[in-house]
Structures are given as C-alpha cells and as structure tokens.
C-alpha cells in the first residue's frame, strides 16, 4: 500500500512539473512577441532626498498580457533570463525610460534595472549610448541599478563593464544591497555612485535591532568611502524617521510615493505631485 501511494505521489509531482514547464514555455512563447506588440509598460517610483526634494523616479517594467492581464516582473524577468529573451526586453526598457525622462521639464534622475543577462552582454556600453543618443537625455541624469550577484561572477570583467559605463558618464547603483553574497570589498573595488539597502532590513526596522545595527553599518561603511545611500521600500513614518536619523540620504518607498504611470504626467509640477501621492 505504501508503495502503491509513494507512487502516485511521484506521478502527482511529475504532473505537476509538467504543468509548470508548460506554463513556463507558454509565458516564454507570449514574451517573445510581448514587445512587439507593445504589451510592456513603464511604471515609475519616485526617489526622493532626505530634504524632502524628488531627485528621480526608478523605471519597473510591467507586461500586459492579452489573457492573463497585468503580470509583475518578479514573474517574467526571470524566464525572460533563462530563455535568452531578456536583451529585447532591456533594450525596450533602456530606450522607453530614456525617452520619457528626456521628456520632463526637470533635469531627474531616472534608474533602470539592468539584468545580469544584460550586465554580461560584450556591448552593454553601444547600447546604452545609442538610447542616450536617440532620446537625447545626458548621461548624467540616467542611472543603471546593478546587483551584486554581477559583480562577483567575473570581478575583473564586470570591472571593465562598469569602467566602460562611468565613461559615458552614467551613474551606477547597487541594488537589493544585503541580499546577495555581500562583499564589502566590492564598495571600495567598484566605482558606485549610490547603495541601495534592500527593502528587507527597513521592513524589519523598529521591530529588530539587528535590522537597525545592519543599516547603520552599511550607512557608516558606504559613507566612510564617500558613497550615498538610498533606503528602499519605505512604508511606515517610523521607518522613516529610524532612517532620517541614522543619516540615510535618499528614501524610496510606497510611503514616498508607489510606482505609478506617468503618461498623463509629463510637466514638472505633475512630475511633484506623483512624487507626494
Ligand atoms: P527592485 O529593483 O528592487 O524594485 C523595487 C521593487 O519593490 C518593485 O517591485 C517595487 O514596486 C517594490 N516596492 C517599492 N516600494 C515598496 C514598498 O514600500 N513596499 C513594498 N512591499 N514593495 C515596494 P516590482 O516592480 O515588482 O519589481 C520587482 C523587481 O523586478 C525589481 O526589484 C527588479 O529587480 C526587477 N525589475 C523591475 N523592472 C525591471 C526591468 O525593467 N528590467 C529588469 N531587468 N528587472 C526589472
Ligand atoms: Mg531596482
Ligand atoms: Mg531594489
Ligand atoms: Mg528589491
């Protein structure tokens, strides 16, 4: 009898994964024509400085698929990077981003996520002056978020990649700091303009002192070496105070403000009040 079950347990999770790997392969099929049909879209967070002024809005791609409508990235991104499709996605991404912040009345940042996939790939540099090139935005107002993961994969080789972009005069992130197999030797080894503390050491701040010893060593090491730092995911006005205080130096967060469209907000004074919403 136990056999019996034991057996139909495994033909229950083959099935299972069957399931998956065709839901897999058919979201894989759809994303492959998502772009040309024009069914990614930009939503836009704002970023703001610990004095309260916007400083720039963080680009976060959504796909809008015909049957199974909005779709989050965390859901796509990473079959898009397993399957190959990920450089057409980014591409989009990059030239939509630029184009739009070329578009506001005030000189903002914009940030956008650079996947590992696009990180390795030998002419990240020729693409990202051919979007700063044809949507006319200066370099300095674009900022591409990196994760940690990228740079110890290769360390002489991302070395490269990021010496290419500072070139250009783009500015560089670190994204989800914390997260990934954290080396403090990458802050003093690469040319950072900015850290980002993952949104999982401020969701605990206030309810744990390890979270709060942890951003304050990261907040001392990063500005003992002259980098700022940028908060993500704050939700709550004791996050924000804990942060303010500890001298964190620009906040980002559904309390500052969730990702949102900014279609029928191109003008400064709109650009604002996204920022406060
Ligand atoms: P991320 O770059 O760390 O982006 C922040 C994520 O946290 C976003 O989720 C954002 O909506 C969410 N978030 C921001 N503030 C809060 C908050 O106060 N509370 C909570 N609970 N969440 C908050 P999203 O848009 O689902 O993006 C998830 C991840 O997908 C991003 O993490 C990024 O790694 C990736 N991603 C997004 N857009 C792109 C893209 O255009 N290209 C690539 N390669 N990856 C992208
Ligand atoms: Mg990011
Ligand atoms: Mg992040
Ligand atoms: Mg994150």
Known sequence: ???HEGRGAIRLFTSAMDKQLRDRRALDHDLRVAVERGE????????????????AYEAL????????GVIPPGEFIPVAEQSGSI???DDWVLMEA???????????RIAVNVSAAQFRRENLDAHVRRALRES??????LELEITEGVLIEDIARAKKTMQSLKALGVQIALDDFGTGYSSLSYLEAFPLDRIKIDRSFVMALGQSDRSL???RAVIGLAHGLGVPVLAEGIETDGQMSLLLQEGCDEMQGYLIGRPRSL?????GKQSRLCAVS
Do not use: M, N
């Open 1 to 3: 009898r136990a056999k």
């Open 40 to 55: 990614l879209f930009l939503e836009y967070q704002p970023q703001q400085h610990r004095d309260g002024t916007l400083k």
């Open 61 to 68: 791609v959504r796909w809008r698929h015909p049957v199974r």
């Open 87 to 89: 450089a057409q996605i």
């Open 98 to 108: 630029c184009r739009e912040a070329a578009s506001w009345d005030q000189p903002l």
């Open 136 to 141: 006319g935005l200066p370099a300095s107002r």
């Open 213 to 215: 010893a942890i951003v």
């Open 263 to 267: 279609l029928a907000a191109k003008d």
